[in-house]
């Protein structure tokens, strides 16, 4: 099993930033890929960031690419997101998966998942 924790989530202006981070803990050996994934009440939930650091592939959604970095710690421990120039569009509940290998970004697919933590940007 794997366990996920995310926090770092709150509230700032449009043009901010935030990093939220993810605690992952268990049994990682098997887990290839970390990822963030948000949504909003009423719609699916979608794919932010990805990273496979031991296949080398990162994956970013076209919304965020430019401004979103997902990074890991060297342990593979901590999962990071740093956001900048948020916009109003960006406030979701952001979770943090884990799954054995690279499946794009259907939700379905994804093997773990973290609670949430909630991100408002305000115009």
């Known amino acids: 099993q794997v366990q996920l924790v995310e926090s770092g989530g709150g509230s700032v202006q449009a043009g901010g930033s935030l990093r939220v981070s993810c605690a992952a803990s268990g049994y990682l050996y098997s887990i290839n890929c970390l990822g963030w994934f948000r949504q909003v009440p009423g719609k699916e939930r979608e794919g932010v960031a990805a990273l496979c650091s031991r296949v080398g592939v990162t994956r970013y959604a076209d919304s965020v690419n430019g401004r979103f970095t997902i990074s890991q710690d060297n342990a593979g421990n901590t999962l990071l997101l740093q956001m900048n120039s948020l916009k109003p569009e960006d406030t979701a509940m952001y979770f943090c998966?884990?799954?054995?290998?690279?499946?794009?970004?259907?939700?379905?697919?994804?093997?773990?998942w973290g609670q949430g933590t909630q991100v408002t940007v305000s115009s």
């Open positions: 998966a884990a799954a054995y290998e690279w499946v794009g970004f259907n939700p379905k697919r994804w093997d773990f």
